[in-house]
């Protein structure tokens, strides 16, 4: 290295990109000496540079006339909100009202004008937020839901919510398409700490992050002309994970058979709310569970949250806070939640006993975290549970995404979002073989005992990435955009 530096000016920029690349190489190697079993995993993480670089180069094309109908409609819905909120908070509140260089009122997304109007001029009492020692005064929609309690306040956070909504939507919608039609973006291989891909703006200035993109915009993302597009899901992922590690931990499988036999979250649905109308019919129940509850969100949605709230040691005022039922209701739910399966409390004693012991975490796929916080932290535990399941997840799903871009070269892949996988074929393939072959590849088969542990698929298919159908207020089917995704005929 001494006689390399001596060759050039230690201000040049090829000695500081030569810097910055061996000394990061020398590190790695002290490191992977130290923790052996990471090899497979970056290896396997440089084996997704392959797919990941195609889904960034072929990006997704966009309907350029629902886009500019979808934007339209979002600045006129803006408009009218601005109006009306500007109404009822001069009302009370004499300062100016304030705009961007865009020509929107900063009020409803800012912080320092919102505590004072709410805190100040209200004379409402703060919410502080500490975290690590440090005490912070948001203004997030998590509280001013808490606000929200305030009958006075109730309309203007409704308002103000609903700003901040269209500006999300409106902000993806307008982050810029390529000449081409195509919304790209960057997709981050080893930008998390689980495994979990991560996305941003593509190279070319275009997309932002699409794994946030909502249902009500997916319409806009569609085929390219010829082609269908496929959605195939894993189901139930994170919850068959905690199932199986349960299992092969402490030869506990109750709540993996649960899951297996039953729909896990209509089963809890069952226990949040007993006085809604159940049957003794599987599906019927899950038509019961998937009734609109809050916002875009079902019953079944909204017992996600309380389910992996619990097994993610969520405290009962924190999950009826994110699912919007009284606290009591939460409390009534996990005592008979943790009597059923005492296999989640007793992972929550092992990962804690890693932490204190090891201070490592190494999920099934042989992934490891070391963590360096207080290992006998609420918070910290809280992270490493999440993570021994949010990692094996993302492993899972990852591994399968591999295998379609290396054995299936008639899908073209699209994006990966969440717990599923989207590519596009053409109309003239054998929908069924191509679908069902890629579903094969998506199932990573794991072992313990005899007992094979496979988290299945649910393929989806259309010509955009919105739903065909949503369920109304009474869980019946409607459809809402006819090019949409929905089940195969042929399942």
């Known amino acids: 290295m001494e006689i390399f530096t001596n ?13 910055d690349t061996m000394l990061t190489a020398e590190v790695f ?13 970056y290896n396997f993480e440089l084996a997704l540079q392959a797919p990941v ?47 961007n260089k865009n020509s929107q009122p900063t009020f409803p997304n800012s912080n320092t004008q919102l505590i004072d109007f709410f805190y100040t001029t209200l004379g409402l009492k703060p919410i502080i937020q500490r975290t690590k020692g440090e005490s912070k005064t948001p203004m997030d929609r998590e509280t001013l839901e808490k606000l929200s309690i305030h009958f006075q306040t109730r309309p203007i956070i409704s308002l103000i919510l609903a700003y901040r909504d269209i ?26 700490t689980t495994g979990r891909f991560s996305t941003s703006q593509s190279t070319t200035g275009s997309g932002q992050n699409l794994q946030n993109v909502t249902e009500d915009l997916r319409h806009i993302f569609i085929s390219d002309p010829g082609y269908k597009i496929a959605g195939i899901d894993k189901s139930q992922a ?37 006085n809604l109308p159940w049957t003794k ?45 009284p606290q009591k209701m939460i409390q009534d739910f996990q005592e008979p939640y943790f009597k059923i399966f005492p296999c989640i409390k007793n992972m929550h004693y092992w990962v804690a006993e890693q932490l204190q012991t090891k201070g490592y975490i190494i999920n099934v796929f042989g992934r490891r975290r070391d963590f360096f916080d207080r290992a006998d932290s609420r918070e910290t535990l809280k992270q490493a549970v999440a993570y021994l399941f949010q990692s094996a997840t993302a492993d899972d799903l990852n591994l399968g995404l591999w295998r379609i871009w290396k054995y299936l070269p008639q899908a073209q892949l699209l994006l990966q979002l969440h717990d599923a996988v989207y590519f596009q074929f053409l109309e003239t393939e054998d929908e069924k073989k191509i679908i069902q072959a890629a579903q ?31 369920r109304d207020e009474f869980g019946n089917k409607k459809e809402v955009n006819p090019r949409g995704l929905n089940e195969p005929k042929w399942i």
């Not at 019919?281 to 998937?290: Q, Y």
């Open 7 to 19: 060759q050039f000016n230690q201000d040049s920029p090829q000695l500081y990109n030569a810097l």
């Open 29 to 41: 190697e002290n490191l992977s000496s130290l923790i052996p079993q990471s090899q497979p995993i």
């Open 53 to 99: 670089i195609e889904m960034q180069l072929r990006g997704i094309k966009i309907d350029l006339f629902k886009l500019g109908d979808m934007v339209s409609k979002l600045k006129r819905d803006r408009i009218i909100i601005e109006k009306i909120l500007k109404k009822l908070v001069s009302a009370c509140w004499d300062k100016p009202w304030i705009y």
């Open 167 to 192: 500006c999300g939507k409106l902000e993806v919608l307008e982050a810029g398409i390529d000449s081409d039609s195509r919304m790209r973006c960057s997709i981050n291989i080893a930008a998390t």
């Open 238 to 274: 994170e919850s068959r994970e905690v199932g199986y590690f349960c299992g092969i931990t402490f030869d506990d499988w109750s709540y993996l058979d649960i899951i297996e036999t039953d729909d896990i979250h209509t089963y809890c649905c069952k226990l949040i709310w007993p």
């Open 281 to 325: 019919d599987k599906k019927e129940n899950r038509k019961i569970a998937e009734q609109p509850f809050y916002r875009h969100l079902t019953y079944r949605d909204m017992v996600k949250r309380a389910g992996h709230g619990s097994n993610y040691l969520g405290q009962p005022y924190m999950i009826s806070q994110e699912i919007k039922v």
């Open 440 to 470: 094969k590849l998506l199932d990573v088969k794991l072992t313990h005992k005899g007992r094979d542990f496979i988290v299945p698929t649910e393929p989806l298919i259309g010509y955009n990435l919105g739903h065909r159908y949503k």
